[in-house]
């Protein structure tokens, strides 16, 4: 009998075991906005995101491919299904416990590589400057490990981390997110996210 995250990890990653083309052929998914792929998203997992969001689903975390899989129903799936509305962010801080949790328990390190970037993404949506060091920290221990034909979209993230620390450390928390969560934007911030490449 399958575990009960192995459709949710197929559908994230695909089936393909060669890093080059999983980046490939999942980027899309990944890291496009798409309402097709919002909608498909919410469809297929949307109620395993309100589970997980309410707290549940606990006992996923006692093996490393279930422990990715409640990352992706806290912090990447509701992204999709829940875009530029609040709870895009509801699992944020739980996410977060998630994942320092499993990393103190080395599941990331069982994890073929490209699985482990949306362990260390949660590290990255942080809005503190410990979590965003330690993200800046993963990535590049990753992007060292790797090499090859694969390199390069681990170059890629790496850099992302460092361009979002970059804006934790400047303003203590990410601009783009003010308008959707309803906080005021200081004149700086305003500014800021005028400018190109300012909103991941």
Not at 33 to 58: E, I, S, T, W
Not at 149 to 174: I, L, M, N, Q, T
Request: charged share 30%.
């Amino acid at each position: 009998m399958s575990a009960p995250w192995e459709t949710l990890l197929d559908w994230w990653f695909g089936t393909s075991s060669d890093a080059a083309e999983v980046v490939a052929q999942r980027n899309g998914l990944w890291f496009g906005k798409n309402v097709c792929q919002d909608a498909d998203a919410g469809g297929r997992f949307g109620d395993l995101v309100n589970q997980a969001l309410d707290g549940g689903l606990q006992e996923w975390t006692a093996e490393a491919d279930g422990w990715l899989a409640l990352i992706l129903l806290l912090d990447q799936l509701p992204r999709m299904i829940y875009r530029d509305t609040p709870r895009a962010y509801a699992g944020d801080a739980r996410a977060q416990r998630v994942v320092r949790e499993g990393l103190e328990k080395g599941f990331d390190r069982q994890l073929p590589p490209v699985r482990r970037v949306f362990a260390y993404l949660v590290l990255e949506h942080a809005e503190d400057l410990p979590s965003q060091e330690r993200a800046v920290a993963c990535f590049r221990d990753l992007r060292d490990q790797v090499g090859g034909s694969v390199r390069k979209p681990f170059d890629d993230f790496y850099d992302y981390a460092e361009r979002h620390h970059a804006v934790v450390a400047r303003f203590g928390r990410f601009p783009h997110r003010n308008a959707i969560l309803g906080r005021p934007s200081s004149e700086e911030e305003t500014a800021f996210l005028r400018e190109p490449g300012s909103r991941f």
